[in-house]
Every structure is written in C-alpha cells, then in structure tokens.
C-alpha cells in the first residue's frame, strides 16, 4: 500500500508522486496510445507528441522526437503542466530529465486489459482532470462477455483453443514473452502465447527454435515491425499465419472500442479454425 500523496499530488501507476496543475491545460505525450485516448477524450489538451503518434489522424500538434529519444530540453522548454509516459516505452533517464527540469511526469503500467482499462481512467480523471470518457465505457463493455459483446473465434466451438507465437521483429527475430498487453488481448481471444511463460517479456529466439516450438499459429503484427503478406508468413512454411493490427494489439485507448472484433476477424480470416498444424 502507498501511503496517501500530499496535497495537490496524486500517485502515478508506479506509485510516484506527481504535483498537478489545476486545471492541466498543457500535456505532453510520450506514448502513441495515450496521445490518442487524451485527445479523443479532450480535443486540444495535447501540446506535444512523438513522431509515432499518428492517432487521432487529424491530430495537429509539434513533434518533440521519438518515444526512446524524446528531445527533453525542448519538452521543457514548452512548460508543459503534464508529461504522460510508459514505464516500458520510454526510457528511465528520459523522464528523469523532464522531472530534474521541474515538469510533472505521470508513468503508466499496462500489462493486462483490465490495468489497461484502470491506468486509463486515472490518467484521464486524476492526472488530467477530465470526466471518465464514453469510449472508456464502450471499451469495458466490449471486452465484457454478455449481450452485445463480441464473441471470440473459439466461442462455441468445438475446437480447443490455440497455441501461437507472436514475433514483434526480425533480424533478429523476437516475440511477445512474459506478462505482455499483447499477449492478455491473445488470451481472451482464445490464442495463447507459447512464450507466456518465458523469463523474459520480449525474449530473443531463433528462427528454427520458433519454427520447431510446436506452435499451432503464428500471429504477426503490423507494428513494431510491419510484418505483411510478404514479409513474415514465408519463414514459417506450414503453419497458419494471422496477419493482424498492431494498433488494435498492442495499444490501449479508443482503439480498445473496436479492438476485439477487429483481431477476432483478422484471427478467423488467417483460417485458424480448420488449420492443423504441419509436422516441421
């Protein structure tokens, strides 16, 4: 339990006091997912974004570098009343410079869903200071089983769930590992990661480990790397292959309201249902 923060201050995803501005008018957005969910939510709050910010598409604001190299003296410079990170996006040292600068940093944690859903609602009500938002709301509801929520591939079925791996890059080839957003979304949709259980999050592992890992899927994302119908499938001969969105994987925000239908068709569309593994 964190001891209550002083006045004026709330405690931050990892715990961390952050001194808030009232009412915050200024924000500064390391992490593409929380630019999208703070400017969906309000219109003109984000002063300043990454390159990699490219959601909501008529977002116009100035560009202060990349989630790893974000240029710390020019966000400074701007006096921004909030800067809103990632714990594993952006770099330690980073979010220490704009902190030494004086800049309040709020740090987020997401490694499930529902950390997703409630590190959203603090960011946009204690840190920003806005009412909970409608798309959070739909969001929840969309991920809820019920009436009205979309069903997953395997739902009904009399298939048993499958069993994938999730490559995020090549050359050299990684994939999603341990205790990963990416990999919870997989999960409820009845794909589980091979490498859940990996001592790392995001492991290094040869091509033919991968190939010869008895795998049943391989689901390959847009982003980071831009796996694409020509790019990725090729290296695993024999094994279905779901070409599926990085946005909707990997990101928590809006993208979350649409997010299970969309990978759950793009899960179906590879022909995961029916396809068998082939003996490698």
Known sequence: MHSPPPPGTELDDLGLPVPLARPVRRVVSLVPS??????????????????????????????????????????????????????????????DALRAAGIPVWVTRVQTLD??????????TLACGLDRPAWLDEAVAAWSPGPGAVSSPVAGA?????????????????????????????????VANLYAHHAERYPAVPL????????????????????????????????????????????????????????AGQLTGAGWRGATRSAQ
């Open 115 to 124: 950390q997703a859903f409630a590190s959203l609602d603090r960011l946009l």
């Open 158 to 190: 009399a298939l048993p769930p499958r069993t994938a791996i999730v490559p995020i890059w090549r050359r050299p080839w990684m994939v999603l590992g341990r205790d990963t957003f990416a990999g919870d979304l997989l999960a409820r949709l009845g």
């Open 34 to 95: 929380l630019t999208e969910a703070v400017a969906v939510s309000a219109p003109g709050l984000i002063v300043g974004a990454t390159a990699w910010c490219t959601h909501p598409a008529e977002l116009e604001t100035e560009r202060i570098g990349g989630t790893k190299n974000p240029d710390t003296p020019r966000i400074a410079a701007m006096r921004p009343d909030l800067v809103i990170a990632n714990e594993e996006e952006n770099r330690a040292p980073d979010l």
């Open 208 to 263: 033919e480990t991968l190939r010869a890992a008895g795998a049943d899927l391989v689901v390959l994302p847009d982003e980071p790397y831009a796996f694409a119908a020509h790019d990725g499938p090729e290296a695993f001969p024999g094994l279905p292959a779901a070409l599926v969105s990085g946005r909707h994987l990997t990101w928590y925000g809006p993208s979350l309201v649409r997010a299970r239908e969309v990978l």
